[in-house]
Antibody, heavy 122, light 110 residues
């Protein structure tokens, strides 16, 4: 059974940093792209970032480019999102999602975690 | 990258068919066959319903179908059921090597 468990969310001040983790199990982690998708309270879904199965290719939304860094440790079956220079508009539930293929663009995101809430506020 | 355009709400009676549109540009929906659709119930994580325009993951009822014409993709739910009441989002790969989601559609079963 595929499981994705996010952790690391919480309250952080504007300008601060936070690292999210997503522990994966139930599939060959290195064979699939992974993504982070966020959802602000009461709002729609927003794609944040993706990484190829090998970790060699990374992709970012313009809204987080230069501030967020996606990475993965295939030996630990874990996905990460390092978030720096956080802003109030980064407040959202952050979901970890498994891609349906090695490359994030095809086959959609077929499994999602339950999400972790990040609140940026003073 | 602007969000893809979806109607804010669509409604139908049980047993009816409804269609949700998702309009983008030639740089996203129109340029690639990488459109997906997600269902999200309140307080829950999204669930993949359709990938690559018209493919259904295993376990998704065949009442759900997807298509695309030009810059607009569509999700059709046939034989609408009470449990189909949820928010639906489309997404597409873009020419900027990113993904973009739609604005979301609330489906109400009357």
């Amino acid at each position: 059974e595929v499981q994705l468990l996010e952790s690391g969310g919480g309250l952080v001040q504007p300008g601060g940093s936070l690292r999210l983790s997503c522990a994966a199990s139930g599939f060959t982690f290195s064979s699939y792209a992974m993504s982070w998708v966020r959802q602000a309270p009461g709002k729609g879904l927003e794609w944040v970032s993706a990484i190829s199965g090998s970790g060699g290719s990374t992709y970012y939304a313009d809204s987080v480019k230069g501030r967020f860094t996606i990475s993965r440790d295939n030996s630990k079956n874990t996905l990460y999102l390092q978030m720096n220079s956080l802003r109030a508009e980064d407040t959202a539930v952050y979901y970890c999602a498994k891609g349906g293929a090695l490359w994030f663009g095809e086959k959609g995101a077929d499994y999602w975690g339950q999400g972790t809430l990040v609140t940026v506020s003073s | 990258q602007s969000a893809l355009t979806q109607p804010a709400s669509v409604s139908g009676s049980p047993g009816q068919s409804i269609t949700i549109s998702c309009t983008g540009t030639s740089s996203d929906v129109g340029g690639y066959n990488y459109v997906s659709w997600y269902q999200q119930h309140p307080g829950k994580a999204p669930k993949l319903m359709i990938y690559d325009v018209s493919n259904r993951p295993s376990g998704v009822p065949d009442r759900f179908s997807g298509s695309k014409s030009g810059n607009t993709a569509s999700l059709t739910i046939s034989g609408l059921q009470a449990e189909d009441e949820a928010d639906y989002y489309c997404s597409s790969y873009t020419s900027s090597s990113t993904l973009v989601f739609g604005t979301g559609t609330k489906v109400t079963v009357l």
